[in-house]
């Protein structure tokens, strides 16, 4: 069975960085797409960022495109998400996901194995 635990969240400032990891065990690693997603209080869940199975190709939401970036090591089984320049409204609980293909994918019904979330709060 797979597992994902996600660290790295935190309370910072508008401005700051973060950096979030989920390590991954239980099946292998390298042969999963992967994505982040989150929930802000009073909203769905939505799509972050996804990175193909070997890192390959990856994909952003607007609301993140050019602050974000996802990536991953396959050889220590961890997919990270680098968080520049953050806003208030990026204030969520962000959950990584697993993905029993390769092609990363933007929907939460894609994925078939999810994290516990890690809490991020952006003060302004």
């Known amino acids: 069975q797979v597992r994902l635990v996600e660290s790295g969240g935190g309370l910072t400032q508008a401005g700051d960085s973060l950096r979030l990891a989920c390590v991954f065990s239980?099946?292998?690693?390298?042969?999963?797409?992967m994505g982040w997603f989150r929930q802000a209080p009073g909203k769905e869940r939505e799509f972050v960022a996804a990175?193909?199975?070997?890192?390959?190709?990856?994909g952003y939401a607007d609301s993140v495109k050019g602050r974000f970036t996802i990536s991953r090591d396959n050889a220590k089984n961890t997919l990270y998400l680098q968080m520049n320049s953050l806003k208030p409204e990026d204030t969520a609980v962000y959950y990584c996901?697993?993905?029993?293909?390769?092609?990363?994918?933007?929907?939460?019904?894609?994925?078939?194995?999810w994290g516990q979330g890690t809490q991020v709060t952006v003060s302004s």
């Open positions: 239980g099946r292998t690693f390298g042969t999963y797409a």
């Open positions: 996901a697993a993905r029993i293909r390769f092609r990363v994918a933007i929907m939460n019904s894609d994925y078939d194995y």
């Open positions: 990175i193909r199975y070997n890192g390959g190709s990856t």
